[in-house]
């Protein structure tokens, strides 16, 4: 393989970026109108209109709201590269002048807040950024992009929809797929990888314990469904600590528990909602085993109705390839500089990119730094922890965030797709 002159990567490091003014009134525009998983209406046809602009073939619907651009440039490989959509259903406390103040109806039909408080506008500009570059620059590289703007990444649907709906059979199917993630912990200037396991798989589970109402001052009559939940929640603890192998990484949370209405009245059942992560296929068949177990155990001792268990959305662990992340990371290397690339551990999040390695393709999501260095540092002096992704308070410092984000997308992407 060629690597492109040295040169180029000087000027792709050096020169301020091209538009770069536009790009972050782009970012602040999704920042400002975040939509909801599988609900990213206008963000996927602004996405489509800019990918159009730069010259690519695009298709929409791909997955329900999902986009997908072809740009095509002669003879050479295909790389995809993907960004998610969605954002959060959370009431924006940033402060900043171009703060979301969007409210909507989710699936509950509830009214709830909505905020990119996962940086998915980040993802979003930098893609654009990319294929701006990559669309004026055709004679630097040889080949075909595939840029895919995925739908409900929050909700660990958006890429098995958009793999069901033909990704890799109407379009051309990549030789690599790469994509970027926020990190709320690392300086802007920087990019961070794992090599190998990077993100846990994760289940969504659903369990209804069953009870018999009544009045609440006449617990014989009854069977109470809130002091069961109780036990289970704490019960449901002791899979990961004494049953999973110590050495093979495990969560069961309860995110959610719902039951009764009013002081006096036990009621006939509580709800609960369950995720659970883990890194390798038998642990979470391990961990469904030992929810659906206890929760039934737990009725039976009780003479309770038998619960309901149900597992609902499930993604993958991310595997970053190893063999394709040593062929990358010289690339970011030599576009930001060997100390501002880092190696971080893996973490028990989740992310459905990982599905994107169907069919055998090399995968690599690498973190992008998004806090200023003097707010990291300051942060480590006095031991505070900054706002975590997912946080209201959360806000990436968003020009020098999408500036590394694009040089460091594109120079992996010109890099895969060497002129001949
Ligand atoms: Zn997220
Ligand atoms: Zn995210």
New binding site residues.
């Given amino acids: 393989m060629r690597f492109p002159a040295l040169a180029l990567f000087v000027a792709i490091a050096a020169a301020p970026m091209a538009r770069a003014d536009e790009l972050l009134d782009l970012y602040k525009h999704l920042h400002s109108h975040p939509e909801l998983s599988f609900k990213e209406v206008k963000t996927s046809e602004r996405i489509a209109e800019e990918l159009r602009k730069a010259g690519a073939e695009v298709t929409t619907c791909v997955g329900k709201t999902g986009v997908v651009g072809v740009l095509k440039n002669g003879q050479g490989p295909t790389v995809l590269v993907r960004t998610?959509l969605d954002a959060l259903p959370i009431v924006e406390q940033t402060g900043l002048a171009f703060a979301s103040t969007v409210t909507t109806t989710d699936d509950e039909g509830k009214s709830v807040g909505v905020m990119h408080a996962?940086?998915?506008d980040i993802h979003m500009t930098c893609f654009v950024g990319t294929a701006r570059w990559l669309a004026t620059h055709r004679d630097r590289w040889s080949g075909t992009v595939v840029f895919v703007g995925q739908p409900a990444?929050?909700k660990i649907g958006g890429a098995k929809a958009m793999l069901a709906d033909g990704l890799y059979t109407r379009f051309p199917k990549p030789d690599f797929a790469l994509a970027i993630?926020v990190a709320h912990d690392l300086e802007t200037g920087k990019v961070a990888y794992t090599r190998g396991p990077a993100m846990a798989s994760s289940t969504s589970m659903d369990i209804v314990v069953r009870g018999r109402g009544g009045h609440g001052a006449m617990p014989q009559n009854t069977v109470d469904p809130i002091v069961l939940a109780a036990a289970l929640v704490l019960d449901l603890q002791t899979i990961v600590s004494r049953e999973v192998n110590p050495l093979h990484p495990a969560v069961v949370t309860v995110g959610s528990i719902h039951g009764g209405s009013k002081h006096n009245i036990i009621p006939n059942d509580v709800r609960l909602q369950l995720t659970i992560r883990s890194y390798r296929p038998d642990v979470r068949a391990q961990l469904i085993e030992g929810i659906e177990r206890k929760s039934k155990a737990l009725a039976d001792a009780h003479k309770a109705p038998a619960p309901q268990v149900l597992i609902n959305d499930d993604t993958p662990a991310t595997i970053n390839t190893p063999t394709f992340v040593d062929r990358v990371v010289p690339s970011l290397k030599r576009a930001l500089g060997d100390t501002n690339i880092e190696v971080v551990e893996p973490t028990m999040g989740a992310?459905d990119f990982g599905l994107f390695s169907t069919g055998g393709v090399p995968i690599f999501m690498f973190r992008l730094g998004t806090i200023p260095p003097a707010r990291v540092a300051e942060a480590t002096t006095k031991g505070e922890t900054l706002p975590s992704?997912h946080s209201a308070l959360y806000h990436p410092d968003a020009a020098p965030s999408i500036e590394t984000g694009v040089k460091a997308m594109t120079a992996a992407v010109i890099d895969l797709l060497p002129v001949k």
């Fill in positions: 998610d996962c940086g998915h990444e929050e993630h992310e992704l």
